[in-house]
């Protein structure tokens, strides 16, 4: 039976009543609701249940990150992602509710005061952003990039000067990846086209990072944070384990040997291994839209193609500075200490966000309210001028993953009463100073590191 066969026969006898046990079984166990033509799959939101299968996932603007909300109450995921008018859309997938008595599932005094803040946000307009305060912010972080290019210009024939120019552009660029993550998650503007332009230059030209490469993974990371097997900023083996959790197998990883050096050594190479993390994601955008291309054959794919346009300005003019201005020996300081460094300063302040909270099975996360599951696994570094700037409001990691498409500088007036609804709900809030954190993450892995050498018996 065809989706919209199944919504009229529910609108002709009334709606069909389901059950958890159903919409949780409708999840095919191997890979993924994009194979699934005929089979349903379902969600819920809002005590509803939506039928996923088909070509859903071939036309939704999120591509695949819907996947991480099968089986699931998606209410949360579904508020702070989508617009009110997407609703008219969603009712083309509808297809019952759930029975009365497994109702409740996303209620109680936490998800009440929840939606009390949502409308509290709204109407002190919290929503809107201050094109001025972007303005700004942008005027900044080009001077940065302008900094970098002077020095290299004018004392190219001089180390420190190179050195300097390489931290600069490394600077430079993290701060570009602060603004198109606000803009990807459309803080800035809107129109969706409006802030998708204005990442393609903040984020493809300037920094290097795929806008699309980098939705699908940060949204999915957004949707099920800490939680294994489904977050893919844990899925770090061979490299780094997060948790327990990612230890299972591990003694069958570990008979190639790399997995084996790196996690039982983890606590030691993490800053080593965070040097070389941007040169990583940056190939890795080239890759995925590489590979997007390929896969539509002779279908010309418009989204992959800009992409990979604007991509290629970023390499160009970054390696063509570099060669213009330097000679080789020097270039090639150059090239490695923007790379290095700004690994470090990107990853550093990714890794305090989350790693080193609490991680949980997909099964234990089912359970736990999508508002509650942000604030549990994620880590609040103290307000200040300086931290704000310099992780670009990701500070404030928990209102951030709450209520995503509040622009960033109204992020501190909602810190208070999301405190508030913790201290009432008994929900644990963590907040630390920056360098607490970064102990806090060095001090999981090492503990996640014990555990792997007793697996594999390293002496």
Not at 142 to 168: P, Q
Request: glycine fraction near 8%.
């Amino acid at each position: 039976m065809g989706r919209q066969q199944q919504a009229s026969s529910a609108g002709a006898d009334g709606p069909r009543a389901f059950t958890w046990e159903e919409v949780e079984k409708s999840v095919p166990i191997k890979g993924n609701a994009t194979t699934v033509s005929t089979d349903p799959v379902y969600t819920v939101i809002n005590e509803k249940v939506y039928d996923l299968s088909g070509d859903f996932f071939s036309w939704h603007p999120g591509g695949g990150v819907a996947f991480s909300q099968l089986g699931k109450d998606a209410t949360g995921a579904f508020d702070v992602f989508h617009p009110p008018e997407t609703k008219e859309i969603l009712a083309n997938f509808y297809v019952g509710d759930l029975k009365e008595s497994d109702r409740g599932r996303d209620s109680g005094s936490f998800a009440e005061d929840v939606h009390e803040l949502r409308k509290i946000i709204d109407k002190s307009g919290w929503y809107k952003s201050s094109k001025l305060w972007y303005a700004r912010t942008v005027a900044q972080t080009f001077a940065l990039w302008g900094a970098g290019i002077y020095l290299m210009a004018k004392h190219g024939d001089n180390l420190w000067a190179v050195l300097a120019s390489g931290a600069l552009i490394a600077l430079f660029w993290q701060q570009c990846g602060w603004l198109s993550h606000d803009s990807c998650h459309n803080q800035l503007f809107t129109s969706r086209l409006h802030n998708d332009v204005f990442g393609y230059v903040l984020g493809n030209m300037a920094q290097g990072f795929s806008i699309s490469w980098w939705k699908h993974k940060h949204c999915t990371h957004h949707s099920v944070p800490n939680v294994h097997s489904g977050d893919p900023d844990i899925d770090t083996l061979p490299f780094l384990a997060w948790s327990e959790h990612a230890l299972e197998g591990f003694a069958d990883l570990s008979d190639t040997g790399l997995a084996k050096f790196f996690v039982s050594y983890q606590p030691i190479l993490y800053f080593p291994l965070l040097s070389v993390a941007r040169l990583n994601w940056a190939i890795s955008s080239l890759s995925w839209n590489a590979h997007d291309m390929r896969k539509h054959g002779k279908v010309f794919p418009t989204r992959s193609a800009v992409e990979l346009a604007t991509l290629a300005v970023h390499w160009v003019w970054w390696i063509g500075a570099g060669v213009y201005f330097l000679k080789p020996a020097y270039a090639a300081i150059w090239f490695a200490t923007s790379q290095m460094i700004c690994g470090v300063l990107l990853a550093a302040v990714f890794s305090v966000n989350h790693n080193g909270m609490p991680v949980y099975t997909k099964a234990e996360a089912n359970g736990i309210n999508f508002y509650e599951l942000a604030i549990l696994t994620g880590r609040d570094v103290h307000l200040s001028t300086f931290n704000n700037w310099f992780t670009g409001g990701l500070n404030m990691q928990i209102e951030h993953h709450m209520f995503p498409n509040v622009p960033r500088h109204n992020l501190p007036y909602l810190t208070e009463h999301v405190k508030r609804i913790c201290a009432k709900n008994g929900v644990p809030y963590h907040e630390t100073s920056l360098m607490t954190g970064i102990s806090e993450v060095v001090g999981r892995l090492a503990v996640v590191s014990k555990g792997a050498r007793s697996k594999v018996h390293v002496q």
